[in-house]
């Protein structure tokens, strides 16, 4: 079921129909996806292949910070189940919680990406910079890449929420509610992968 079959009402609580106009813009947006996925599906697959080339830098192990990548995964991960609870309350008309909800989860990814930019800054400092080896220049690009990704996220929740406080949770509102919140829960799905393939085996190497 798309959000364009949801029922369209005047007074029920759900109103996240839409028609063709939605379904269409709900296919672009997947199509979007879909091609996101595959740009980085390239980026895991050019740092698989360069992670062992470090050249006369330092490898991973050196570098990566278990404690941190752990407090990185935790605000992206709880910022996923904050934006679910925006969603939640969105389907009961409940503007404020929706733009409380959708105000937290902008901080969680605000911290992920002050977390990001830091560990950046820590390594460039320490000699570490994305010129220093192939590795480190797959290793920028991809982790930069889903960072700035996060970052056009938090814009787009922001302009979310204004467009909340302004209009209310209209059938567009709500449509384009919907399609943020896929993309929010696809760069966590992006940042485990990240974790799972970068950070953790490069800390237990």
């Known amino acids: ?5 949801t029922p369209t009402t005047d007074h029920g609580t ?10 269409e813009r709900e296919f672009g947006f997947w199509l979007y ?3 996101d996925a595959i740009i980085f599906a390239l980026m895991f697959a050019t740092y698989v292949v360069m992670s062992g080339n470090i050249a006369a830098g330092p490898d991973a192990k050196s570098l ?15 910022s996923s189940i904050t934006f679910g609870f925006a969603t939640l309350s969105s389907l009961e008309n409940q503007n404020n919680r929706v733009i409380f909800w959708l105000v937290v989860t902008a901080c969680l990814g605000a911290g992920f990406v002050a977390m ?3 560990e950046f800054v ?8 994305p010129g220093t080896s192939g590795f480190l220049s797959a290793f920028f690009t991809l982790v930069g890449t889903h960072g700035l990704h996060v970052t056009a996220g938090i814009v787009g929740i922001l302009v979310m929420v204004g467009q909340i406080a302004v209009k209310g949770l209209t059938n567009p509102v709500r449509s384009r ?3 943020l919140g896929l993309f929010w829960h696809f760069l966590d799905i992006v ?3 990240i974790f799972s393939v970068v950070y953790l085996p490069g800390i237990l190497s």
């Open 33 to 35: 996806l879909m091609t």
């Open 64 to 78: 990566f910070d278990l404690q941190h990548t752990a407090g990185e995964t935790f605000l992206l991960l709880l």
């Open 116 to 118: 990001e930019v830091s």
């Open 14 to 23: 759900l109103e996240l129909g839409g028609g063709k106009a939605f379904e």
């Open 191 to 193: 940042w485990i992968g």
């Open 122 to 129: 820590g390594m460039i400092n320490a000699g570490a910079g």
């Open 1 to 5: 079921m798309t959000i364009a079959d």
């Open 177 to 179: 509610l919907y399609r």
